[in-house]
């Protein structure tokens, strides 16, 4: 994973969910609550989460093979998607199933010192990885709003981790408001209604990080500020002329593939469009780096095919032959 930022963010979330989970588990065998055991499962799933993506950014470094030419990018993507699978049957399906029973059949929480210190502690823990993930993510984040940011990014890391610390501290609140309820009226079906609102948590928030990550592995093209460098760094005026359309689509959060058709001067030579190309791939290259596989096709520019807009080839990324 080449961003450190990244990785820093999901340790940090890997040390703190380890320590968590541990400590929410031995509140649970002295306490008997079910939002204990239930947030237990959550740390433990969150952990195994970040192991996930650890191994996905490991595995995505490969280098490209004849059977997987363009690399091993993707892995990222795969990786981050069965995080969601596992937040939403884990994490939250296991929850779920945990509060109903509880609601069903409550029972008096004991030693009420044990959850409420340890979900203090928790609380104190997350907020430091989330103020992590938030310190990481924002030289990429930019002017975009946080909803945007998680919907626009290419590398899934970070969303995923700032999703994951966002649920796990509204989770936290959650389970000290059943906990507290349970003490304060004597009543456990509290702690049962606290442990299904955080499995009804998780399985939203799984949900969304499966519908941003299936888009990531469809295969998304390049952001929309990446394609205006790419349009002003193709044409040079001379040698080519116009972009007459272009698609682009990220092997991976670090590695772009661009594909268009250039207009070129219908008295140039062989050579001479050679060289225009590789000039344009070097431009495209010094505009945008992650832009490593590059394909462009020379063609005669028509003002007749223009105006009859008959391109089947036309994609949002660009303008109409």
Not at 14 to 31: R, T, Y
Not at 120 to 146: D, H, M, Q, Y
Not at 212 to 234: D, Q, Y
Request: proline fraction near 4%; charge should be negative.
């Amino acid at each position: 994973m080449s961003a450190s930022g990244g990785t820093k963010a999901i340790v940090a979330a890997l040390a703190a969910n380890l320590a968590i989970a541990v400590a929410k588990f031995v509140a649970f065998l002295f306490s008997g609550s079910s939002s204990m055991l239930a947030e237990s499962v959550h740390s433990l799933a969150d952990s195994g989460n970040q192991g996930l993506l650890l191994l996905g950014g490991k595995r995505a470094q490969r280098d490209a093979t004849p059977q997987h030419p363009f690399g091993y990018g993707r892995e990222r993507y795969i990786y981050a998607f069965l995080v969601s699978i596992v937040l939403f049957s884990v994490g939250g399906m296991f929850a779920v199933y945990e509060g109903y029973e509880k609601i069903k059949e409550p029972h008096a929480i004991e030693a009420w010192y044990w959850p409420v210190g340890v979900l203090v502690f928790a609380i104190i823990a997350e907020s430091f990885s989330f103020r992590t993930a938030i310190k990481e993510s924002n030289p990429l984040r930019g002017n975009l709003s946080w909803k945007e940011f998680v919907r626009r990014a290419k590398a899934p890391e970070l969303p995923v981790v700032l999703l994951e610390d966002l649920g796990a501290l509204v989770g936290l609140v959650l389970a000290l408001g059943g906990v507290g309820l349970a003490l304060l009226t004597g009543n456990g079906v509290w702690d049962g209604i606290g442990t299904l609102c955080i499995g009804i948590l998780l399985i939203l928030i799984a949900v969304v990080l499966a519908v941003e990550t299936k888009s990531l592995l469809l295969g998304e093209s390049a952001g929309i500020e990446e394609v205006r460098k790419i349009e002003a760094a193709v044409v040079d005026g001379d040698t080519v002329t116009r972009l007459i359309h272009m698609r682009t689509l990220h092997l991976g959060p670090e590695e772009l593939l661009v594909a268009a058709k250039i207009a070129v001067r219908h008295d140039e030579s062989a050579t001479e469009v050679a060289e225009a190309i590789n000039a344009a791939e070097a431009r495209i290259r010094a505009a945008v780096p992650i832009a490593r596989v590059i394909y462009l096709e020379p063609d005669i520019y028509s003002e007749k095919a223009a105006a009859t807009g008959g391109n089947p080839a036309k994609t949002p990324d660009a303008p109409a032959h």
